[in-house]
T-cell receptor, first 111, second 114 residues
């Protein structure tokens, strides 16, 4: 069983839509949860960082972590064509250096 | 230059070649990382250096050899690679590798092994 599962998509939505991206995981030791955005031919850039369960909001982006269900989400409000990218979830235990990534979800926001 | 830079951006090499990838960070960080990103696979951590000391080697084959001469520079030396080693190689850096640290990624080197 893979540690982090993420639907690769592609997910296509019209401009202005609310986008929901999700990851599930199996390792209950994960405590730190991140969402990265990766544009074509670029490296990943950190969007959201959450410790343990709860919600975190930053502008149009909201990250949710439900540790009891081993499920994390990223919501994008009022999506824009510039949000078109691959979104990667990543998780980390309370020790070590390794970030455990999902495969990424490809998002296309059409004008 | 700002952030994390990587050179070259693209590299094509034969299986008998020897080449090196270079990463430089301009963020004053002390931890540096090599990741491999293959198509349809999650990013895989390869190596971690913290304050110039290698702290993690994620069972990477010996045909990949990292070098960290100082906290700002990281190299990945390649020799006798296989076609399945073709991938995007990403370098990242973070303040000190602590649990709440944020990793900042470079743009990557797209490697093709013929």
């Amino acid at each position: 069983q893979k540690e982090v599962e993420q639907d690769p998509g592609p997910l296509s939505v019209p401009e202005g839509a609310i986008v929901s991206l999700n990851c599930t995981y199996s390792n209950s030791a994960f405590q730190y949860f991140m969402w990265y955005r990766q544009y074509s031919r670029k490296g990943p850039e950190l969007l959201m960082y959450t410790y343990s369960s709860g919600n975190k909001e930053d502008g149009r982006f909201t990250a949710q972590v439900d540790k009891s269900s081993k499920y994390i989400s990223l919501f994008i409000r009022d999506s824009q064509p510039s949000d078109s990218a691959t979104y990667l979830c990543a998780m980390r235990e309370n020790s070590g250096y390794a970030l455990n990534f999902g495969k990424g979800t490809s998002l296309l926001v059409t004008p | 230059e700002t952030g994390v830079t990587q050179t070259p951006r693209h590299l094509v090499m034969g299986m008998t070649n020897k080449k090196s990838l270079k990463c430089e960070q301009h963020l004053g960080h002390n931890a540096m990382y090599w990741y491999k990103q293959s198509a349809k696979k999650p990013l895989e951590l390869m190596f971690v250096y913290n304050f110039k000391e290698q702290t993690e080697n994620n069972s990477v084959p010996s045909r990949f050899s990292p070098e960290c001469p100082n906290s700002s520079h990281l190299f990945l030396h390649l020799h006798t690679l296989q076609p399945e080693d073709s991938a995007l190689y990403l370098c990242a850096s973070s303040q000190d590798g602590s649990l709440s640290d944020t990793q900042y990624f470079g743009p990557g080197t797209r490697l093709t092994v013929l």
